[in-house]
């Protein structure tokens, strides 16, 4: 077996695994001020159709780096949700 010089692995190897299809961004979009989880949930699903599970993981994030805040039962707006634009995260 002969080996092909003119190929570089490097130039042939992706990234591992499965593009990202929802962002933080996304779900960002469809929250109003003063929703429920379950509000937002439905929303994003409606929206973008994100799964129930992908969500609860955007959300978490979004949790993380602020944009999103609880107040009561519902979700606001944090300090750092207008930093994003699509295609962010």
Same mark, same amino acid.
């Given at each position: 077996? #002969?080996? %092909? #010089? #003119?190929?570089? /692995?490097? !130039? =042939?190897?992706?990234?591992?695994?499965?593009? !990202?299809?929802?962002?933080?961004? @996304?779900?960002? #979009?469809?929250?109003?001020?003063?929703?429920?989880?379950? &509000?937002?949930?439905? %929303?994003?699903?409606?929206?973008? %159709?994100? +799964?129930?599970?992908?969500?609860?993981?955007?959300? @978490?994030?979004?949790?993380?780096?602020?944009?999103?805040? /609880? &107040?009561? &039962?519902?979700?606001?707006?944090?300090?750092? +949700?207008?930093? =994003?634009?699509?295609?962010?995260?």
């Amino acid at each position: 077996m #002969d080996s %092909a #010089d #003119d190929l570089d /692995p490097k !130039r =042939l190897m992706g990234k591992a695994g499965r593009k !990202r299809l929802y962002t933080v961004a @996304q779900i960002l #979009d469809c929250l109003e001020d003063g929703m429920t989880t379950g &509000k937002w949930e439905a %929303a994003a699903y409606l929206a973008t %159709a994100v +799964s129930s599970s992908t969500f609860a993981i955007l959300k @978490q994030r979004a949790i993380a780096e602020g944009h999103v805040v /609880p &107040k009561g &039962k519902t979700w606001v707006r944090g300090a750092g +949700s207008c930093s =994003l634009h699509p295609g962010d995260r």
